[in-house]
């Protein structure tokens, strides 16, 4: 079935219509057993994240100009130690369920041939050096599942894509490059034994 | 609000040659023909072209708080030359690091430019 068809049609407005006043946001969410807590980033932003003490932030909504108070989750580690670490600053993201940072991403997606393997890229502009820490202490690849939520409603997925394996990093100063790959039975070996004389001796 | 201020001691009223520019962040797709599509994408921030008179001691102030303070990169509050609001203001450095320009005016008097971007 066509991605097509699970969107809302504020969605696919939003995409196709002359005039939008609305866009998809991608949320890209990276976990696995040497990530303690899920490292959730956005491409985009709705509001601004302000220190406020070491258990909460102040979060000002773009559009309203609204602030509130957010009391840090066990879960917002990393958001958490963003904001904390680095007081004077000002973050932005998204309020998504839970809060997510912005960080500009890029993703390519794999080509259309039928015989290329399914690899998508993404590319992830960390200036401020936040995930390259993470990045140089895993040594197995972690899962990345991808969403895609309108802007005006964060909390309602449009499309998810689990799955995804990020491997291949590699890292300069301001840029974080990985494939996104997914485990595919078709790209394994068949039959597992090969006919060699060691294996299937009559043969020969 | 950021932690950093812009320091008392120096002018908050720009020279006539002030600037701002006003919008948001839009997608413009050009198509074969017709009206090109355009999507609304975000907030943005906003630019301030800003010049002001300065002594020799605010010009040594305004460097201190530049290349000590700040280093270059953190937002401060700054009462907005327009709406009187404070806003988070970042100097947006042109070239290889170089955040403000002096020009001599006369004798212990300098015309200082910048450009900053107001944060969303």
């Given at each position: 079935m066509s991605r097509l068809a699970t969107l809302s049609p504020a969605?696919?407005?939003a995409m196709f219509a002359q005039h939008a006043d609305d866009t998809l946001i991608t949320l890209v969410t990276i976990t696995g057993d040497e990530i303690s807590n899920p490292i959730r980033l956005a491409d985009n932003y709705t509001?601004?994240?302000?220190?406020?003490?070491?258990?909460?932030?102040?979060?000002?909504?773009?559009?309203?100009?609204?602030?509130s108070v957010y009391t840090f989750a066990d879960t917002d580690t990393v958001i958490k130690d963003a904001v904390?670490?680095?007081?004077?600053?000002?973050?932005?993201?998204?309020?998504?369920?839970?809060?997510?940072?912005?960080?500009?991403?890029?993703?390519?997606?794999?080509?259309?041939?039928?015989?290329?393997?399914?690899?998508?890229?993404?590319?992830?502009y960390d200036v401020t050096r936040m995930l390259i820490p993470t990045i140089r202490s895993?040594?197995?690849?972690?899962?990345?599942?991808?969403?895609?939520v309108l802007m005006s409603t964060p909390n309602n997925v449009e499309a998810e894509f689990p799955g995804f394996l990020l491997g291949g990093i590699t890292y300069n100063r301001d840029e974080i490059t990985a494939q996104l790959t997914v485990e595919s039975d078709v790209s394994e070996p068949f039959p597992a034994y090969c006919f060699t004389p060691s294996y299937f001796p009559s043969e020969f | 609000?950021?932690?950093?201020?812009?320091?008392?001691?120096?002018?908050?009223?720009?020279?006539?040659?002030?600037?701002?520019?006003?919008?948001?962040r839009v997608l413009r797709t050009s198509t074969d023909a017709g009206v090109p599509k355009m999507r609304y994408i975000g907030r943005n921030s906003?630019?301030?072209?800003?010049?002001?008179?300065?002594?020799?001691?605010?010009?040594?102030?305004?460097?201190?708080?530049?290349e000590e303070t700040i280093m270059g990169v953190s937002p401060f509050e700054f009462t907005h030359p327009r709406t009187k609001e404070t806003v988070n203001v970042r100097i947006v450095p042109s070239g290889d690091g170089e955040f403000f320009t002096?020009?001599?005016?006369?004798?212990?008097?300098?015309?200082?430019?910048?450009?900053?971007?107001?944060?969303?």
């Open positions: 969605a696919l407005r509001h601004r994240f302000e220190y406020l003490s070491d258990t909460e932030m102040t979060v000002t909504d773009l559009s309203t100009k609204e602030a904390v670490s680095q007081p004077e600053e000002i973050f932005y993201g998204v309020i998504a369920t839970t809060p997510r940072l912005f960080l500009p991403f890029a993703i390519t997606l794999p080509t259309e041939e039928p015989e290329a393997s399914s690899v998508c890229q993404i590319k992830m895993i040594t197995e690849a972690p899962s990345v599942l991808i969403e895609l | 609000m950021a932690a950093y201020i812009w320091p008392t001691s120096l002018p908050n009223s720009p020279g006539t040659d002030y600037t701002e520019t006003g919008g948001v906003q630019t301030i072209s800003v010049s002001y008179v300065m002594t020799n001691e605010q010009v040594a102030t305004l460097k201190e708080f530049v002096m020009s001599w005016m006369a004798k212990e008097y300098w015309s200082v430019s910048m450009k900053m971007e107001a944060m969303p």
